[in-house]
């Protein structure tokens, strides 16, 4: 076996990894217990990556239309329809919408191609939708976009403070870190409209409403400054801004009991959080989504900045205002300028900056303004000024918000082309050309992760069929259209040279980035890479932990306290009574194209569903683990129900992840509005009024298959639900519709399609039952199951029939029974999944062995020992059936 160090291709924790290739593309994946970001841990996500890396699903040859080509015609394809767009319409015809899975060295390659070749700024990456809000805090904050402290700084804090951040499911290491490092003096305060696993292990939750981040902040702003926390040396010396920010206080009462009135908490909550956070010094704040995909999200990033400028709690051990990047390279995209208001590496589009990094390209028509940001770019496709559009590693069709907008507007461009390493994707379906992309695994750079520290991605599988690298795909494309002596790479480490160099041209410490001591590295330094945070100025190799608290980058050398207001409340009314909040879920990430492979992952949450608080619940006549139809003024979703107290009411939350390839109907992004953050562009998928109404089918089924596609056919048969959750041998398809004429159209789709196969049909009509299986050989291919809701045996009880090699008599029983031989009951969901430890055998550990604690559950059933991931899940099943168990 050989080993390698990378990184994990999900979020923006970045931790170290060691994968072993076993043979094939079977490998073992270890955490990094050298990485300084992880220590060696792991979550839930990089535990299953070796489910992720098959050929499933794989793109493997360039194609024009649905005919797989050369890479030379798939190359001259697209150099000719870019050249031939931009000659006839101008070079702001022409759009790149990037991604946060992209090295630096593929980001910087495009980027330099759209801004100094091509000469538009079109080009913006998904990150938009994930941290733009807190590069235009850090910037109006900083004066430059820095991460002032560093991960060490969550460990040594006396009080963390995660706003807008599950964290535990949605950077588990980090949040472990925080965990294992909590005593009786570290306090963990949650400010969260819902009570996530996050707030499992918190000292303090603060489930404000939505929208009132400001006015808390602001709140606890004017009780530092009354309260005499204020640093008022360092205030002087180091930051700007106090003044403005005393008439916009002025202007609302700032008494606790105020606050907490506007923001829905109780008084005495707010006043002892208040008091915390005064009387602490080493205070964290960390941010995330829940502050960033706002309407007002950079006022909320500055919000919180304010109060650590005014107490001088930053940039000291234990003390700052910290961002958590969603995704694995998000920082790199900021560094290299993926993002269409930047110009590159931190440079903006003034004079000098121009000027600077036209001569640094030698790039004959650099873009000289900012260019669309990602949700305009998609609205000047719509409207036909954006004529080509090239997407990179990313699915707009899905992550964006509108989705049916940003489907027509892909669906009317005259050329789209899409990199990616998936075949089937939402986005893939409109391309025009489609690029085989290499997948993690297969590609060699580096990434940034939220604490500035660039690693190492490299690679251990070769890429399968004609897959290739993305930076060398644009470099291809550019050589092509004319500018080969600018795009003449050799290797990821010529592009990284050369990023490197470009941050320190003409830098002299004017500009934070700058990590222009790596530009001399050789390919063999590159190669063997440790992990640094920038700053890496020239003269050094090794990296910067904390930035220095005294200098910053407006013009004096300062930092700003931004005067913010709190914006108005978000309105329900009339026909859309609900806010709909969206995020992520601990298994999966972002649209399921490779965790989605992964039938460990899918065991946690196998449906796209929306939470509902019981109060709410009984308003709207919707039952728990039923199915309920919401709208929008945008569209409509279908999804299960979970009702759960740990939301509040007159919220519902949603998941992200689910997209029209795997799913009838659950794409959250279909009924959120394109409302955006007016500094940031980053749009708000917080807040969307909605109405809910329960849905009651007519039948409930499960198609059990090998075909991972057979979503077409049902969607073609117009079944009402379906999703596709992957299962040891294949995939089942959870189905519910609301007549009868669809389940016979379904029989008789599969039936065609498999012709010669053995058929075992099974039908009981006075009980609605039907079950027919088709057989090859020996083997079961397909199976489907309905009954009227309610009548079905347990998915998982009948699943394992896809996995078995021979389907002997014992099984055609229990399909038409549905019940296993030993009786076997549903396990329920899988809680942990490292060691697939399921709800059931969670509880029959409390009820009937005794265990009291998350240790005890952990060393009768291993759960909750690796990663750690589910250890929020595991205290709270404890503290549920302790309860129980007391009554
Ligand atoms: Fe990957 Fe999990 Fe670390 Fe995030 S926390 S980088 S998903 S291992």
């Not at 291919?781 to 009880?797: S, Y």
Request: glycine share 10%; proline share 6%.
């Amino acid at each position: 076996m050989s080993t390698t160090c990378t990184t994990c291709p999900y979020c923006g924790v970045g931790c170290g990894l060691e994968i072993s290739v076993r043979e094939g593309r079977a490998i073992e994946v270890a955490g990094d217990a050298a990485h300084p970001a992880n220590r060696g841990r792991m979550c839930s996500k990089s535990a299953a990556l070796a489910d992720t890396v098959g050929l499933e699903g794989r793109l493997l040859a360039p194609r024009i239309g649905r005919r797989p080509v050369p890479w030379d015609e798939a190359l001259e394809a697209v150099a000719r329809g870019l050249a031939r767009t931009i000659a006839e319409h101008g070079p702001d015809a022409v759009a790149f919408y990037v991604s946060g899975q992209l090295l630096t060295e593929d980001y910087y390659v495009a980027n330099k191609l759209m801004k100094g070749f091509i000469g538009a700024a079109n080009i913006d990456t998904n990150s938009r939708l994930c941290m733009a809000s807190t590069v235009a805090g850090h910037k109006r904050a900083f004066g430059a976009d820095i991460v002032p402290g560093c991960y060490e700084d969550l460990e040594q804090a006396e009080l963390v403070v995660l706003i807008g951040a599950n964290s535990a499911w949605c950077h588990p290491v980090l949040y472990q870190r925080i965990i294992a490092a909590r005593g009786p003096d570290k306090r963990l305060v949650v400010i969260d409209p819902r009570r996530t696993a996050t707030c499992d292990e918190a000292d303090m939750h603060l489930p404000l409403r939505p929208g009132t981040d400001v006015r808390l902040m602001n709140g606890l702003f004017a009780h530092l400054l009354e309260t005499g926390h204020a640093d008022e040396a360092f205030a002087a010396r180091a930051t700007d801004g106090l003044s403005a920010m005393r008439p916009i206080l002025a202007a609302q009462d700032q008494s606790i009991a105020a606050v907490a009135a506007d923001c829905g908490l109780d008084e005495g909550l707010v006043a002892a959080f208040f008091t915390l956070f005064g009387q602490t010094e080493k205070v964290v704040t960390l941010f995330s989504q829940g502050v960033n995909q706002s309407a007002c999200g950079t006022d909320k990033v500055n919000a919180i900045i304010n109060c650590h400028l005014l107490t001088g709690r930053i940039g000291r051990p234990g003390m700052g205002p910290f961002s958590l990047t969603g995704q694995p390279n998000a920082m790199g995209g900021r560094e290299v300028g993926g993002l269409a208001n930047q110009l590159a590496a931190h440079m903006g589009f003034e004079a000098d900056s121009l000027s600077r990094v036209a001569r640094f390209w030698k790039a004959p028509r650099l873009a000289a303004r900012p260019g669309l940001k990602a949700v305009d770019m998609f609205d000047a496709v719509l409207d036909g000024r954006i004529k080509a559009i090239w997407i990179m590693g990313t699915n707009p069709a899905v992550s964006l918000p509108d989705s049916g907008r940003v489907r027509r507007a892909l669906d009317a461009c005259p050329l789209v082309i899409v990199s990616d390493c998936m075949e089937t994707t939402d986005t893939t379906a409109f391309a025009h050309i489609l690029l085989p992309a290499a997948a993690w695994g297969e590609k060699s750079g580096t990434v940034t992760n939220s604490e500035r520290r660039i690693s190492r991605q490299r690679a251990f599988l070769a890429p399968p069929g004609q897959a290739r690298a993305d930076w060398r795909i644009i470099a291809d494309v550019a050589c092509r259209m004319g500018f080969a002596s600018a795009f003449s790479y050799r290797t990821a480490a010529d592009v990284f040279r050369e990023h490197a160099a470009l941050s320190g041209f003409e830098n002299g410490g004017r500009r934070a980035f700058d990590i222009s001591g790596l530009a001399g590295i050789s390919d063999a330094e590159y190669d063997a890479f440790p992990p640094v945070q920038w700053p890496v100025p020239p003269g050094r190799r090794e990296g910067t932990p904390r930035l220095p608290r005294h200098r910053y980058f407006h013009p004096r050398g300062t930092a700003a306290m931004v005067g913010v207001a709190p914006p108005p409340l978000p309105a329900t009314a009339g026909r859309y009574p609900m806010l709909l909040n969206t995020g992520r879920i601990r298994d999966q990430w972002h649209s399921m194209t490779r965790t989605g492979l992964s039938p460990r992952l899918a065991a946690h949450l196998a449906e796209p569903f929306v939470e509902v608080h019981p109060d709410d619940a009984r308003t709207f006549k919707l039952e728990d683990t039923g199915l309920a139809r919401m709208e929008s003024a945008r569209g409509t979703a279908l999804l299960r129900v979970g009702v759960t107290d740990r939301q509040r009411k007159g919220l519902l939350f949603a998941p992200i992840h689910w997209s029209d390839d795997n799913a009838a109907s659950a794409l959250a992004g279909r009924l959120i509005g394109a409302i955006c953050d007016p500094v940031s562009g980053q749009p708000a998928f917080k807040q969307t009024p909605v109405a809910i109404a329960p849905y009651r089918p007519a039948w409930v089924g499960y198609l059990f298959s090998r075909e991972r596609t057979l979503g077409r056919l049902l969607r073609r048969n117009r079944v009402d639900y379906w999703v596709r959750i992957p299962m040891a041998g294949g995939y089942a398809y959870e189905l519910a519709d609301g007549t009868a004429r669809s389940v016979r159209a379904v029989f008789s789709a599969l039936a065609a399609a498999a012709p010669g196969a053995e058929v075992i049909d099974f039908h009981d009509p006075a009980r609605g039952r039907h079950r027919w299986a088709m057989l090859h050989g020996h083997a079961l291919t397909h199976c489907l199951m309905t009954a009227p809701p309610g009548g079905l045996p347990a998915r998982e009880t009948v699943a394992g029939l896809l996995d078995e090699q021979y389907f002997d008599v014992d099984n055609r029983l229990l399909l038409l029974s549905g019940c296993t031989n030993d009786g076997q009951e549903d396990k329920g969901p899988l809680i942990c999944s490292c060691f697939g430890v399921s709800l059931g055998a969670i509880v029959d550990a409390i009820a009937g062995s005794g265990a009291r604690s998350v240790e005890d559950i952990g060393a009768m059933l291993k759960a909750g020992t690796n990663c750690g991931s589910c250890r929020p899940e595991l205290k709270s099943i404890l503290e549920r059936e302790m309860e129980e168990v007391a009554a």
